[in-house]
């Protein structure tokens, strides 16, 4: 079933080029920041007002952690405000919000995958904005949330590099690299990402909040040897603690999620091993 004409924002990003291949077939148009800005609220309403888009996915986002300390207002401008402005263009299109958020909403504490109805405590300016987006985005008469954290999935890397990728390339040149031992996360493959936002889309789903990640909880340490397994490389790793690591904005220790809800709701998300080496070969075919 076609969802009908699909604006997505940020396009420069990985996870938006996966959402736009996703739509591939449909009428698919994609934004970057330089054709649109969303925190020009007149900007925004006219675009879409022009546009009519039934759906608005918003790829959007301040994602430097750290610089979100040190640049509060553009961080909260871009992750929470102008969430706000798209859900009220949104309900004056009629049309869906898709928001992408992330697992550092959490405080990090859990000993076990979040769910959807886990409490939040947000510990970083960056964390903060990002859950003031989600309840903007809300705010829209239909709206999905979809949780996300450690993408990966670009065959050529456009824009700024993700942490899986640095380990891939790191690995590839035979780098000795730092990884945690005592942060675990669920990686998200943007190509499965992109799949799930279809099927939410596509079967008329309850809207809500989803955590949409690869299925199993993994530290950076085992992800890091699971990378190097399947290049066929020797890797030289460097275990740290997250104690050790001097950083200005905390990070949530333990942020694996549960993509349970989107099980439930007929998307299955894959484990992230299967991802992991679905985008391994991609990428090598495409470097070909």
């Not at 952690?65 to 405000?81: G, M, Q, S, Y």
């Not at 706000?84 to 504490?109: I, K, N, P």
């Not at 990686?187 to 299925?215: F, K, M, Q, S």
């Not at 890797?235 to 549960?258: F, I, T």
Request: contains cysteine.
């Amino acid at each position: 079933m076609s969802v009908g004409r699909v604006l997505v924002t940020g396009a420069a990003g990985q996870l938006a080029g996966a959402i736009v291949d996703g739509f591939a077939g449909g009428e698919a148009v994609a934004l970057t920041r330089s054709q649109l800005d969303i925190t020009d609220a007149a900007a925004v309403r006219r675009t879409i007002a022009d546009i009519a888009p039934r759906v608005i996915v918003n790829c959007a986002a301040f994602n430097d952690v750290d610089a979100a300390e040190d640049r509060p207002l553009e961080a909260l401008a871009v992750n929470a405000f102008a969430v706000r402005t798209l859900a009220r263009a949104a309900e004056d299109a009629g049309a869906t919000l898709v928001h992408y958020s992330t697992d550092f909403v959490f405080d990090g504490t859990a000993s076990e995958p979040y769910t959807e109805e886990a409490p939040t405590s947000p510990r970083s300016v960056y964390a903060s904005s990002k859950l003031l987006g989600e309840w903007f985005a809300l705010e829209a008469p239909r709206a999905f949330v979809l949780r996300v954290e450690t993408l990966f999935g670009s065959r050529t890397r456009p824009g700024r590099p993700g942490t899986v990728d640095k380990l891939v390339e790191g690995l590839q040149q035979g780098r000795e690299l730092p990884v945690f031992v005592d942060r675990t996360v669920t990686p998200g493959y943007v190509v499965d990402i992109a799949a799930a936002t279809r099927h939410l889309l596509e079967t008329n789903a309850a809207p809500g909040v989803y955590h949409c990640v690869n299925a199993g909880p993994v530290t950076f340490e085992a992800l890091a040897r699971d990378v190097a397994q399947a290049l066929g490389v020797t890797p030289v790793l460097r275990p740290v603690r997250m104690a050790d690591v001097p950083l200005k904005a905390a990070r949530p220790r333990y942020c694996a999620l549960s993509p349970a809800k989107l099980a439930a709701a007929g998307f299955v998300m894959p484990d992230w091993r299967d991802a992991l080496r679905r985008w391994l070969a991609d990428r090598s075919a495409a470097t070909a």
